[in-house]
């Protein structure tokens, strides 16, 4: 399913030499020595984090609120850039890479609120992401049919975001984090506003998919359940991995 | 989906609001194709009645500005016929009257020599023309006969002094359709100005422009406080239709300024309001230039409504006009396709412009900060 090539795509090519231990030998996503200063409050939402995350791993961030887990997503999803040190996907730091191609190709983002676009349907906000993927426009909603049934919301296509279970919405979100066939799945409290039947729903959808796809799954999450479905946790305090 | 049903979509997500800001944007591109396509008929209107008549140049009074406020003496034309290189010559008397009780407030009336080279490109359509001793008889343009509702027989009376109709015509010009014409002498009369005229027509032998300006400048030679300039110059030269160009564009500029701002709140207001749904759209690797494609695409949207809406409107504009009493017969109802072309392409183009600051904004968003948004 997955079509990408052993380097990424729209990258400068530079090879950096893993520091670390085993793991970071094999690490799709590497975070070196990561500072994020806000100015706006002088805040210090990270203090020197590092970590690796290896191909095809399962692995969940918790630790209370303001504890900075989300701003280590968001930086190691190139929505953000550090203060200090760097983000390696594949070994390349993402200062140097083509980050809209990253979005597009590499990443799928999952987020707590969905952020479906209101006055598209279900099959259209899936499309959303394809129009920087490799798919000719004909062939953009027959996917995105196809990615919703594989989420499990086969009957909903034409609905809008708001005519949808929250649960269906989160569902429609995964679809959409999966149209460009990513690499990576990062999700930020996907079952943080969720009831436990759903929560439980969308938990295993997320682990399903990323054994059927080989994905790479980092989660941001408060709950205990999505915590341990992982295959190791990664528990912040004050900026700080613990 | 194609990017043009996500443009539309987005465009049609606030219908009351996208419906005001086109139609104000097509009231912006009325005003421009009303008031530009009046001045450009009224200029070639003028340019009709010369071209017509193969009149290549006019001689006024230096220092007037236009035929009205001229005065001749007529008898001058003798001289001008003796002009080598002048073909023909004729002096016209030009002014205005009112027929109040069909609601005319100035109709122009003409004052020429039965026969004379201002008769070429008058076609008479009912009765006959004006003959050498003509007194009190008097000919209709087509629009005029129809508003003053006379026929060829009928009695008018112009200016307190009866005349009879004995013919109506049709002109190249809309301004000789809305106009009438009496005996040189006659109107002289009338308005106490015997043996004046307003201007000398001229038909040179050689219409040539290198052989019009010596003729030109020979005339002025012969004739001592006489102008004379050649017809085309002479109507860009007129000050009211200039005054009636710049007037049009000053208007049509502000009505178009108003709609291009008008624009940028309408999409400013979009994007504030969408600034989560921008910052998701850059989340999934929508390119800068994407997110500037879409939101420029949805201000060419609704400039496009407002365009067909603005062509629409002036086209009603225009017959309106000339139903109001005090444009009746001097309003030209067709559109010239370089305004309506004009004026869409301003309208867009403004709208365009309304809309890039907008565009530009949301292409900068931070997606990190655009999804926080609230």
């Given at each position: 399913m997955n079509e990408n090539p052993?380097?990424?795509?729209?990258?400068?090519?530079?090879?950096?030499?893993?520091?670390?231990?085993?793991?970071?030998?094999?690490?799709?996503l590497e975070g070196r020595g990561l500072v994020k200063h806000y100015d706006d409050g002088d805040v210090e939402a990270l203090r020197g984090v590092s970590l690796a995350i290896g191909e095809g791993e399962f692995v969940a961030i918790t630790g209370p609120s303001g504890c900075g887990k989300t701003t280590l997503l968001q930086l190691l999803g190139g929505l953000d850039r550090p203060t200090g040190g760097e983000v390696l996907?594949?070994?390349?730091?993402?200062?140097?890479?083509?980050l809209d191609a990253y979005h597009a190709r590499?990443?799928?983002?999952?987020?707590?609120?969905?952020?479906?676009?209101?006055?598209?349907?279900?099959?259209e906000n899936v499309q959303v992401p394809m129009f920087e993927g490799p798919w000719p426009r004909r062939g953009r909603a027959p996917r995105a049919v196809s990615l919703l049934a594989?989420?499990?919301?086969?009957?909903?296509?034409?609905?809008?975001?708001?005519?949808?279970?929250?649960?269906?919405?989160?569902?429609?979100?995964?679809?959409?984090?999966?149209?460009?066939?990513p690499t990576l799945l990062l999700a930020?409290?996907?079952?943080?506003?969720l009831d436990s039947k759903s929560q439980d729903e969308i938990l295993r959808l997320l682990a399903d998919l990323r054994h059927r796809r080989g994905l790479t799954l980092v989660i941001v999450t408060h709950s205990p359940e999505v915590a341990a479905a992982a295959d190791r946790r990664i528990a912040m305090k004050d900026g700080q991995i613990t | 989906m194609g990017f043009i049903t996500l443009i539309v979509r987005n465009a049609t997500n606030r219908p009351t609001r996208t419906a005001l800001t086109a139609i104000g944007l097509a009231v912006a591109i009325a005003a421009v194709i009303?008031?530009?396509?009046?001045?450009?008929?009224?200029?070639?209107?003028?340019?009709?009645?010369?071209?017509?008549?193969?009149?290549?140049?006019?001689?006024?009074?230096?220092?007037?500005?236009?035929?009205?406020?001229?005065?001749?003496?007529?008898?001058?034309?003798?001289?001008?016929?003796?002009?080598?290189?002048v073909s023909d010559a004729s002096p016209t008397l030009v002014d205005t009257v009112a027929f109040e009780d069909q609601n005319l407030a100035s109709v122009l009336v003409n004052g020429w020599v039965p026969e004379s080279l201002l008769f070429r490109g008058i076609r008479i359509l009912d009765g006959r023309s004006l003959r050498p001793g003509d007194d009190h008889n008097v000919l209709l343009g087509r629009v005029l006969a129809l508003n003053l509702d006379r026929k060829v027989g009928d009695r008018l009376d112009v200016a307190g002094e009866p005349f009879t109709v004995v013919g109506t015509f049709e002109s190249e010009s809309l301004f000789e359709n809305g106009a009438l014409i009496l005996p040189l002498t006659?109107?002289?009369?009338?308005?106490g100005r015997e043996g004046q005229a307003t201007g000398l027509v001229i038909t040179a032998k050689s219409p040539a422009p290198e052989s019009l300006e010596p003729l030109r400048k020979r005339?002025?030679?012969?004739?001592?406080?006489?102008?004379?300039?050649?017809?085309?110059?002479?109507?860009?030269?007129?000050?009211?239709?200039?005054?009636?160009?710049a007037m049009a564009w000053a208007t049509a500029s502000i009505a178009m300024v108003l709609g291009a701002v008008g624009m940028l709140n309408t999409m400013l207001m979009s994007i504030f309001e969408r600034t989560r749904e921008i910052g998701l759209l850059r989340a999934v690797g929508w390119r800068r230039r994407r997110v500037l494609a879409l939101i420029l695409g949805e201000s060419l949207a609704i400039a496009l409504a407002g365009s067909v809406l603005g062509g629409m409107l002036a086209a009603a504009g225009m017959r309106a006009l000339t139903l109001s009493p005090t444009s009746q017969g001097f309003i030209d109802p067709r559109i010239p396709p370089e305004v309506l072309g004009l004026g869409l392409i301003m309208g867009i183009g403004l709208s365009m412009l309304g809309g890039l600051y907008p565009a530009a904004r949301a292409a900068a968003l931070d997606p990190t900060e655009a999804l926080r948004h609230e």
């Open positions: 052993a380097g990424p795509r729209g990258l400068e090519s530079e090879t950096v030499a893993a520091p670390e231990a085993n793991r970071a030998a094999t690490a799709i996907f594949r070994g390349h730091p993402l200062a140097a890479i083509d590499q990443v799928g983002f999952v987020f707590q609120s969905f952020h479906l676009l209101p006055t598209l349907t279900s099959v594989e989420v499990g919301l086969p009957h909903r296509n034409a609905h809008r975001p708001g005519q949808l279970s929250v649960g269906e919405r989160q569902r429609v979100a995964i679809a959409r984090a999966l149209a460009n066939d930020d409290e996907p079952t943080g506003n | 009303i008031l530009v396509g009046i001045s450009w008929n009224f200029e070639r209107s003028f340019e009709a009645i010369y071209r017509s008549k193969r009149i290549d140049l006019i001689a006024v009074h230096a220092g007037s500005t236009n035929q009205l406020s001229s005065s001749l003496d007529a008898r001058l034309v003798d001289r001008v016929r003796q002009i080598d290189g006659t109107l002289q009369k009338m308005m005339i002025e030679a012969a004739l001592p406080g006489v102008a004379v300039t050649p017809a085309r110059d002479y109507v860009l030269a007129d000050t009211q239709i200039r005054l009636a160009k």
